[in-house]
């Protein structure tokens, strides 16, 4: 009962509800293990877009372990992804900190954790997203990454629903204006 | 001019690979190991009788299950009536895969791993544990024998509710269970594995 979900399915604003997904939602909770075949890769490029390759791995396997902790009290019919997505971004914001107290600030821009085999392009939007301010990146990440509705975007950010829609739409619309000059293409 | 696809391009360009994913996920299970909070355990392991799942508690091997029993249901029984706490982890099922190893390749008569009985309540556990350790290996006993051993010499049925239920097969034999008509009587993991259990318990 493999669910037939692709990567680009999985990454669209549209929250995924693949058939096994649905499945599984009128049975009781599934098994940690599919909770992490089914959110591991989104949650990793939540933290790759937030944090960059350095330190992306580290927020992960923090999220997933607190998760774990947490997973029996998690109400049965709770959205998963959002509630990953809220650790995420409290773990990420630890992992900051922690880089701060033990490195000298030398560069603001982090690691770029763009996917081997990226073409340049793609680099250039992974380096484009390093450089956008922390609330846009967290909203166009949170938004378009892991496919949150705005009101749970303005839940994680602390703001309103409009301020979260503002900063994910400032976010998108500074990457195609890079992405746009990267390509070439007359503006 | 068709504006480009930035956040469609931007999940593929964070692409992850499969080798990334299960190093994280091999990270994970080493610290919900160290942190006390793996309650299950489990790995598939291949045998002449098919592919098998092994799933273990911090007490001991809890689970044993069958390809026909469809491990993804047996994982949701596990979440349901254990604890959802469950990670694909092999380290902690390596006693239980080496041992059945050995008996498969006629080196092993029993099984040292401890067992968690928590699956196992009231006459079934009781004819289980019977079964674990007063029929040996290489023999049979009958159903109605079995109910004696139990001290409940009526209760043939119900042992047989206990074997098609025994949530140790294997390592607790119920396919050394048969019929008082000499044949060999249904079984968990279906009529062709009871049949190579016995076969491999008897062989000279």
């Known amino acids: 009962m493999a669910a037939a979900t692709t990567d680009n399915e999985a990454t669209g604003a549209i929250s995924r509800i693949g058939p096994a997904v649905r499945l599984r939602s009128v049975m009781n909770k599934p098994a940690f293990e599919a909770v992490v075949a089914d959110h591991g890769p989104t949650v990793l490029r939540v933290c790759l877009a937030v944090l960059g390759s350095g330190d992306a791995d580290d927020a992960w396997s923090e999220t997933f372990l607190s998760a774990m902790k947490a997973y029996p009290d998690l109400p049965a019919d709770a959205n998963v992804e959002a509630w990953l997505v809220t650790i995420a971004h409290r773990k990420a914001i630890d992992v900051v900190r922690a880089a701060a107290r033990r490195a000298v600030p030398v560069e603001e821009v982090p690691e770029i954790g763009a996917a081997p085999g990226a073409d340049s392009r793609d680099l250039d939007l992974v380096e484009a997203v390093a450089r956008l301010p922390a609330k846009q990146k967290q909203a166009v990440a949170y938004h378009y990454l892991a496919g949150l509705q705005y009101a749970d975007v303005a839940a994680i950010l602390g703001g309103t629903i409009d301020a979260a829609r503002r900063a994910s739409a400032d976010g998108i619309a500074t990457l195609r204006r890079t992405y746009a000059g990267s390509t070439g293409e007359p503006r | ?204």
Request: glycine share 8%.
């Open chain 2, 1 to 204: 001019m068709t504006a480009p696809d930035v956040p469609g391009d931007l999940a593929r360009a964070l692409a992850t690979t499969p080798a990334h994913l299960t190093a994280l996920h091999d990270r994970l299970a080493a610290a919900a190991q160290a942190d006390g909070v793996l309650d299950i355990a489990y790995r598939t392991l291949d045998t002449p009788v098919g592919a098998l799942l092994l799933a273990a508690t911090e007490r001991g091997l809890v689970r044993v299950a069958y390809a026909r029993e469809n491990h993804d249901t047996v994982l949701q029984s596990l979440a349901d009536r254990v604890s959802p706490r469950i990670l694909a982890a092999p380290a902690r099922l390596d006693p239980t895969a080496r041992e059945l190893e050995e008996y498969f390749a006629g080196r092993r008569r029993s099984f040292d791993v401890p067992l968690d009985w928590s699956l196992s309540a009231g006459f079934r556990a009781i004819v289980l544990h019977h079964l674990a350790t007063d029929v040996a290996y290489g023999q049979t006993a009958t159903y109605g024998a079995v109910a004696r051993l139990a001290g409940n010499p009526k209760a043939v049925r119900a042992v047989g509710t206990a074997c098609a239920t025994n949530p140790l097969p294997l390592v607790v034999p119920c396919h050394r269970v048969v019929r008082s008509d000499g044949s060999m009587g249904g079984y968990l993991g279906g009529p062709d594995a009871k049949r190579t259990l016995l076969t491999l318990e008897t062989a000279p």
